[in-house]
T-cell receptor, first 114, second 114 residues
Framework: EAGVVQSPRYKIIEKKQPVAFWCNPI?????LYWYRQNLGQGPELLIR????????DSQLPKDRFSAERLKGVDSTLKIQPAELGDSAVYLC????????????FGPGTRLTVT | GQSLEQPSEVTAVEGAIVQINCTYQ??????LSWYQQHDGGAPTFLSY????GLEETGRFSSFLSRSDSYGYLLLQELQMKDSASYFC???????????????FGKGTKLSVIP
């Protein structure tokens, strides 16, 4: 069974530029999560999807971040414009449903904003 | 809000036993999870405790005391490959936007030495 796939693995951009991250969850997993992990910290939830609906985006900085999950499968997280403080690893995770306690994480995208 | 405390670093000898503690303060609690993350890798699920007591999975065990808001991860017969960061995470069960959200601790970096 394929795991959660993310791309790109690494991205370096200048501040004020846009950037997008892509995630393909495990087949059949209806719940998808985007997390941000700063160096030396645990992952922090940005947004959670149930199928194509964003059901928890309370921690997503909506002035510059946006996300979508068309057709309830793949998802894209976008930052526009990026700021220096956005440098972090962006992790995507999925689970069969929100009641399942085990989440499966992808390898993440390491973003560096210069 | 949610608050989790765990030691930032632990060093142990190969073949030994190590315990990583986690204390939490949360406004809602449905269970405590543990995840392992190697440098540059994806967090991977290790265990979940919803009820008080010890859960054993091979060389790893996890314990929970809900009355003490405390849990620990026990790693036995340490191997070099166990060198990684270990995160405890609380699952809250609020209805609404906060449902089933995982809040992670800052992680404990375990170094296994020969």
């Amino acid at each position: 069974e394929a795991g959660v796939v993310q791309s790109p693995r690494y991205k370096i951009i200048e501040k004020k530029q846009p950037v997008a991250f892509w995630c393909n969850p495990i087949s059949g997993h209806n719940t998808l999560y985007w997390y941000r992990q700063n160096l030396g910290q645990g992952p922090e939830l940005l947004i959670r999807y149930e199928n194509e609906e964003a059901v928890d985006d309370s921690q997503l900085p909506k002035d510059r971040f946006s996300a979508e999950r068309l057709k309830g499968v793949d998802s894209t997280l976008k930052i526009q414009p990026a700021e220096l403080g956005d440098s972090a690893v962006y992790l995507c995770a999925s689970s069969l449903s929100p009641t399942m306690y085990e989440q499966y994480f992808g390898p993440g995208t390491r973003l560096t904003v210069t | 809000g949610q608050s989790l405390e765990q030691p930032s670093e632990v060093t142990a000898v190969e073949g030994a036993i190590v315990q990583i503690n986690c204390t939490y303060q949360t406004s809602g609690f449905y269970g405590l999870s543990w995840y392992q993350q190697h440098d540059g890798g994806a967090p991977t699920f290790l265990s979940y405790n919803a009820l008080d007591g010890l859960e054993e999975t091979g060389r790893f065990s996890s314990f929970l005391s809900r009355s003490d808001s405390y849990g620990y991860l026990l790693l036995q017969e340490l191997q070099m490959k166990d060198s990684a960061s270990y995160f405890c995470a609380v699952r809250d069960g609020y209805s609404g936007a906060g449902s089933y959200q995982l809040t992670f601790g800052k992680g404990t970096k375990l170094s296994v030495i020969p």
